[in-house]
């Protein structure tokens, strides 16, 4: 396990839960927006991996927060992408957490092996812009197909989960927009959230923006309600 990073407590991340955040640095996607480029670029993933915290550091931390945290978050990076995240989480759910994944649904493998065995139970896909225009958006390491398989295991599971897309002016149009509710069109949940310009993979989205809370709610309305069950927005941190 690569374990870059631990946010101690938060109650926002893990719905209804208080819980922490363990970060895993390595990701399969390059998405232009993102602002931890530190845990995804391997060149910068080497510059500080001395600096990253060892399994059973993350194990103790957890015994110490016994009674005190409902769950653990695991996001990234891409989790996903480490082979060892099922015996990772494995010593987490001894302890009693329950246990989150943040993924951006390009291991339907992984993560249908985490639902079969019981070792999530929650799980937020990042839905990241419409099928046709992932490749542009987030590398060549994508597959179309793994993407509508991780969605349709997801929403064919019995855990709780949600659907959500930061979205960006200058990145997802209407017509993208539309592709995406049809992507994920039955799901229980989907959350828009909020694009926060600063710090970013590529310099150039730095300089994008955001839409505005009316916009946004006028996209849910508009686009994702008729399609998906719940819909909300978020803001970012």
């Known amino acids: 396990m690569l374990i870059s990073a ?12 208080i819980a922490c955040i363990i970060f895993t640095a ?19 993933i080497k510059k500080i991996k001395k600096s990253f915290i060892p399994i059973e550091a993350a194990y103790n931390f957890l015994k110490k927060r016994k009674g005190l945290l409902d769950g653990v978050v695991i996001s990234g990076g891409e989790p996903t992408v480490l082979y060892d995240l099922p015996e990772f989480i494995e010593g987490i759910k001894k302890m009693g957490f329950l246990v989150k994944l943040d ?7 992984m993560l249908k092996q985490l639902i079969e065995k019981k070792l999530i ?16 958006l987030v590398g060549e390491k994508v ?6 398989e991780s969605i349709n295991i997801i929403k064919t599971s019995n855990i709780p989960y949600e659907f959500r897309s930061t979205i960006i002016k200058q990145v997802h149009t209407k017509k993208i927009l539309k592709n995406m509710a049809h992507l ?3 799901a229980k949940k989907y959350v828009l959230q909020e694009f926060r ?35 909300s927005i978020r803001s970012q941190k």
């Open 6 to 17: 631990i946010q101690k407590f938060t109650m926002i991340d893990f719905p209804e839960k």
């Open 26 to 44: 390595g990701c399969n996607f390059r998405c232009g927006y993102c602002h931890n480029p530190e845990f995804v670029l391997p060149e910068r």
């Open 103 to 109: 993924t951006n649904g390009n291991n339907p493998s």
């Open 121 to 136: 139970d929650y799980v937020a896909m990042d839905v990241k812009t419409s099928e046709g225009h992932y490749k542009k």
């Open 143 to 148: 597959k179309r197909a793994y993407i509508k």
């Open 184 to 186: 994920v069109s039955g």
């Open 197 to 231: 310009p600063g710090e970013t993979l590529d310099p150039v989205y730095g300089e994008y923006t955001g839409f505005s809370r009316k916009e946004m709610e006028d996209i849910a309305k508009d686009i994702f309600i008729p399609i998906v069950e719940n819909v």
